[in-house]
């Protein structure tokens, strides 16, 4: 996000996300980390368009081809009123499309062994803490302004956190993890 708070740009530009060889790394750490990764549609066909193209592509580096193996044989569960299905290939595989939202079968999985859950996409985000899904935020500020775009966690109302950590990055980026302060009541 920028250090104003905007996950994207107008027109969902994120040309201006800092991406270099410490980041990748950090990426990698994640996932490494998680076994699911639960979309929104629009980041899922974003992750879609460019991760499995990446996996073959003979310029891409190391880390990064990393990265594209990993993200491509994770466990993907994409929610959409709107997509109407999901496809996966060679290397696209463990994808399944769920189409409505549903608390408890969340729940359910969240108690089940394995690996952490990550969400990728905001409005998934936001609907996941409404319903107090969400234990852990991973904001990581960029250090531009961008003045407007789509806020982060936009119409999420009041939530109380505690800073658990932080991580500075050469780059100029900061890692901020946030769990779920349940000691204070939120909106």
Wanted: hydrophobic residues 35%; charged residues 30%; neutral net charge.
């Amino acid at each position: 996000m920028s250090a104003d708070g905007y996950f994207e740009g107008p027109n969902h530009d994120i040309s201006w996300h800092n991406v270099d060889e410490e980041f990748n790394k950090f990426a990698i750490e994640q996932l490494r980390e998680v076994d699911t990764i639960l979309f929104g549609r629009r980041t899922y066909q974003l992750f879609e368009d460019y991760w499995p193209r990446a996996s073959i592509d003979p310029d891409i580096t190391k880390d990064r081809l990393e990265i594209a193996n990993l993200i491509n044989n994770v466990n993907k569960i994409v929610f959409s009123r709107t997509l109407p299905r999901v496809e996966e290939r060679e290397n696209w595989k463990s994808v399944k499309l769920i189409h409505q939202l549903n608390p408890a079968e969340i729940k359910r999985w969240k108690e089940e062994p394995g690996k952490d859950m990550s969400v990728g996409g905001n409005n998934l985000c936001v609907s996941l803490a409404r319903e107090r899904l969400v234990d852990e935020l991973r904001l990581m500020v960029n250090p531009l302004v961008l003045g407007k775009g789509t806020p982060i966690l936009g119409g999420l109302g009041r939530m109380n956190l505690k800073l658990e950590k932080t991580r500075a990055f050469a780059s100029g980026n900061v890692l901020l993890t946030y769990r779920l302060d349940r000691t204070k009541p939120s909106c």
